[in-house]
Each structure stands twice: as C-alpha cells, then as structure tokens.
C-alpha cells in the first residue's frame, strides 16, 4: 500500500499550488480521501476531505473559497488545487485515504509547502 503526494514546493503569497496524491496496492474507489497538513509547532489539521465517489467535499474554514480538493478514480489519484495561498498555509501536507467499509487508514509520506516572500 502506498499514497504518495507530489506538487510541494516554495510560492509567493496570493500563488497556486496543485497537490498530488497517487495511491496503489489497494481499491482507491473504496475509500474516502483527505489531506492533512501540519505546520512547525502544531497539531496535524483536516484540510479537505472527498467521498469515495467524489460526490461530496469538505473543507476547513480557513481554506474555504481556496483550495479545491478532486479525484480521479480512473488513475487511483486526489489532488489539491491552492489558490490564494498565505503564509499561514506553510505546512507539511498529508494524503490520507480511509475505508468506508471498515477501519484501515493510510498517510502518505507527506510533501512540503512553504509560502514566503
């Protein structure tokens, strides 16, 4: 089993970002996705999360209006489209994928975003 996220990296503030988080060795369509983050000195936070069928979304309020969370079921993918960032989106941002049906839960590894000038 494994989610690995891409698209991390260092942009101004107001930029974008595009977050990516393939996943393999179990049934994508099965499970519903989030994106975690964690900044320096604080507690992981729910971003954005996504049914299994990508007909339903929620989003922290600090990232309402913002960010946008996707999936594509035919390539075992979730993404997490970032407008507007701030400098207060600076964390480690993390896949998490979680079965309907049952309790298994998987983190990706985690990929980082810094917002600065």
């Known amino acids: 089993v494994q989610l690995v996220e891409s698209g991390g990296g260092l942009v101004q503030p107001g930029g974008s970002l595009r977050l990516s988080c393939a996943a393999s060795g179990f049934t994508f369509s099965t499970y519903a996705m989030r994106w975690y983050r964690q900044a320096p000195g604080k507690e992981r936070e729910l971003v954005a999360g996504?049914?299994?069928?990508?007909?339903?979304?929620n989003y922290a309020d600090s990232v309402k209006g913002r960010f946008t969370i996707s999936r594509d079921n035919t390539k075992n993918t979730v993404f997490l489209q970032m407008n507007s960032l701030k400098p207060e989106d600076t964390a480690v941002y993390y896949c998490?994928?979680?079965?309907?049906?049952?309790?298994?839960?998987?983190w990706g590894q985690g990929t980082q975003v810094t917002v600065s000038l």
């Open positions: 996504i049914s299994s069928a990508g007909s339903s979304t």
């Open positions: 998490n994928g979680n079965y309907v049906y049952g309790f298994k839960n998987y």
